[in-house]
C-alpha cells in the first residue's frame, strides 16, 4: 500500500466505525455491530501507524520525530482501548455484564487514564503537532495550514459527539488525503531530494 493509500483508508475505516455507532443502540451493546465497529476502530489505528511514519519521513523540522512519538503512543493506546472494548463486547451477554466488565478492567491503577482518557488523545495531539511542524517546514503557499486546520476541526468535532465521529474522519482524510493544491503525502522535502 502507498501512504496515500493508507491516508485514505485510516479516515474511511474511522468513519465506518462512526457509522456503526449511529446505526443504533445494538451498536452500543454485545453483537455483530459492536464487534463490527470496534473491528473497524482497530483496523483503521493500525493503518494510522503507517500515515504517522509517512507524515514524519517527509517533514522536515526538528519538533516532527517527537510529534510522531507521541501520535504513535496515542494510537498504541488506542489500540489497547479498542482490543478491551472487542474483548469485553465478546464476553458480555447484554449492556449490563459489559458495564460490569468495564469496571473491573478501569478498576486496576492506571487503566483508565492511560488507555481511556489520556492515552488516545496523544493520538490526537501528535498529529495536530506533525501536521504543523509540517506546515512550519514548507514553503509560505496557500494551503498549507488547511491539513492542520482541518485535523484539528475533525478532533473537536469527534470530541463533541463520537457520534459525529464519520463528520471528523472526514475532515482528516480531506487533511491527509491529495486534494486539488495540496499535495499531501506524496510531496517530499526538499532537504530530502537528491
Do not use: N
Amino acid at each position: 500500500m502507498t501512504p496515500r493509500t493508507y491516508a485514505t483508508a485510516a479516515p474511511a475505516l474511522l468513519a465506518g466505525y462512526g457509522l456503526v455507532r449511529m446505526s443504533g443502540e445494538d451498536a452500543r451493546s454485545p453483537g455483530v455491530l459492536w464487534t463490527t465497529g470496534h473491528l473497524l476502530l482497530l483496523a483503521s489505528l493500525v493503518l494510522f501507524v503507517p500515515v504517522v511514519l509517512g507524515l514524519r519521513r517527509r517533514t522536515a523540522h526538528p519538533g516532527a520525530a517527537s510529534a510522531a512519538a507521541v501520535a504513535l503512543v496515542g494510537i498504541a493506546a488506542g489500540i489497547v482501548q479498542a482490543a478491551i472494548d472487542l474483548e469485553v463486547g465478546l464476553r458480555a451477554q447484554d449492556r449490563a455484564g459489559m458495564d460490569a466488565l468495564f469496571l473491573a478492567v478501569k478498576a486496576h491503577p492506571g487503566v483508565t487514564p492511560a488507555v481511556y482518557t489520556v492515552g488516545p488523545l496523544l493520538f490526537y495531539i501528535g498529529l495536530l503537532a506533525l501536521l504543523v511542524t509540517r506546515a512550519l517546514a514548507r514553503p509560505a503557499k496557500a494551503g498549507r495550514w488547511l491539513p492542520p486546520v482541518l485535523v484539528l476541526a475533525g478532533t473537536a468535532v469527534m470530541a463533541l459527539s463520537l457520534d459525529l465521529m464519520a463528520l471528523g474522519a472526514l475532515c482528516y482524510w480531506l487533511a491527509l488525503a491529495p486534494i486539488p493544491g495540496l499535495k499531501g503525502l506524496a510531496e517530499v522535502p526538499r532537504s530530502e531530494q537528491h
